[in-house]
């Protein structure tokens, strides 16, 4: 007959609650990459940033690359929803790209964050080691830019415009503007007027039915 083992195996011990708030500390995380990129920030500008040692940035985080990822994903999730909602609201394709031109000016120059977008400048001067990080902010331009081919190609099934409008190149042409708009913030310290200026032209590129 079979003795049935009963010796208990020792739990595990739970892991040491985390002694900062973690939300906060991400989001401090995220305007360090913003303002340095994800390269030029070092681990002791981010944990000063932070309020945290290098310890608690590795047990909470991993390490430098994924809380980097992470702040993106927090970043990028905000925006797309943002993005989403002004689509949705705006009555026609051209209302909902002036809107989110605009949106952008306003956002890029916001004195509460470094001017610009996140994930436009922070792995633009990547080398060959970050070469991955730098892909997976092309892959999130690339989902932005396929919202705004949505909206065009609703657009052109509305009769907003013109049947033969090439909903790609449209969206393409509207978010390398927005991109450059990034570059306009940084490069002018966030002139919100020129900005402005730069989308009002941009529309003036709109196509309309004959």
């Known amino acids: 007959m079979e003795i049935e083992n009963t010796i208990e195996k020792p739990r595990k011990k ?14 401090r ?16 500008e981010l944990t000063s940033a932070m309020g945290i040692t290098p310890p608690s940035l590795y047990a909470a985080f991993g390490d430098k690359e ?22 949705e609201q705006a009555p026609t394709a051209r209302d909902a790209i002036e809107r989110l031109l ?3 000016a306003v956002e890029f120059t916001c004195p509460s964050h470094p001017p610009g977008c996140l994930v436009v400048t922070a ?4 080398s060959a080691s970050s070469e991955h990080v730098q892909h997976k902010m092309v892959e ?13 190609e609703q657009g052109i099934a509305d009769g907003e415009l013109p049947a033969d409008t090439d909903a790609a190149a449209l969206a393409n042409f509207y978010i390398t503007v927005s991109q450059g708009m990034t570059t ?3 490069d002018t310290g966030g002139n919100r007027d020129k900005l402005l200026a ?13």
């Open 14 to 27: 739970a892991g040491r609650p985390l002694s900062f708030d973690r939300e906060a500390a991400l989001d």
């Open 29 to 44: 995380a995220m305007l360090v990459f913003w303002r340095f990129g994800y390269e030029a920030a070092s681990l002791q």
């Open 66 to 87: 994924k809380l980097f990822l992470e702040a993106v994903e927090r970043y990028s999730t905000k925006n797309c929803n943002a993005v989403q909602c002004l689509f």
């Open 102 to 104: 605009q949106s952008n």
């Open 123 to 126: 792995a633009t001067n990547c």
């Open 140 to 152: 999130r331009r690339d989902n932005v830019e396929g919202m705004i081919r949505e909206r065009i």
């Open 184 to 186: 306009q913030a940084r």
């Open 198 to 210: 730069i989308a009002a032209t941009a529309m003036r590129a709109w196509p309309v039915p004959k």
